[in-house]
Nanobody, 122 residues
Framework: QVQLVESGGGLVQAGGSLRLSCAASGRTFSGNPMGWFRQAPGKEREFVAAIKRYNTYYSNSVKGRFTISRNDGGNTVHLQMNSLKPEDTAVYYC?????????????????WGQGTQVTVSA
């Protein structure tokens, strides 16, 4: 049974930093993309960042502020979030796919974590 478990969320002031982590178990994802999505209150879930091996892909809203990385044989993915803004407040979800394509389309992802809350105060 595949499980994705996120950690690292919390409350931070605007301009601050947080580092999210996601540990996958039950399957090896070393050659497959993993990504982060987020959902703010009253809004649809949106793409944040994805990584496949050493290739990365970011949404325009976080490019230059967030960095996605992975280790532990590819089954742990991190999201370093710097220069946080109140509009970054959301539940952040880790996702993984059995497919090969590096994508920001959430329908391409098969496995999801439960989410971790990130709150950025003004």
């Amino acid at each position: 049974q595949v499980q994705l478990v996120e950690s690292g969320g919390g409350l931070v002031q605007a301009g601050g930093s947080l580092r999210l982590s996601c540990a996958a178990s039950g399957r090896t994802f070393s050659g497959n993309p993993m990504g982060w999505f987020r959902q703010a209150p009253g809004k649809e879930r949106e793409f944040v960042a994805a990584i496949k091996r050493y290739n990365t892909y970011y949404s325009n809203s976080v490019k230059g502020r967030f960095t996605i990385s992975r280790n532990d044989g590819g089954n742990t993915v991190h999201l370093q979030m710097n220069s946080l803004k109140p509009e970054d407040t959301a539940v952040y979800y880790c996702a993984a796919t059995r497919l090969d394509a590096l994508s920001g389309d959430e329908t391409m992802y098969d496995y999801w974590g439960q989410g971790t809350q990130v709150t950025v105060s003004a």
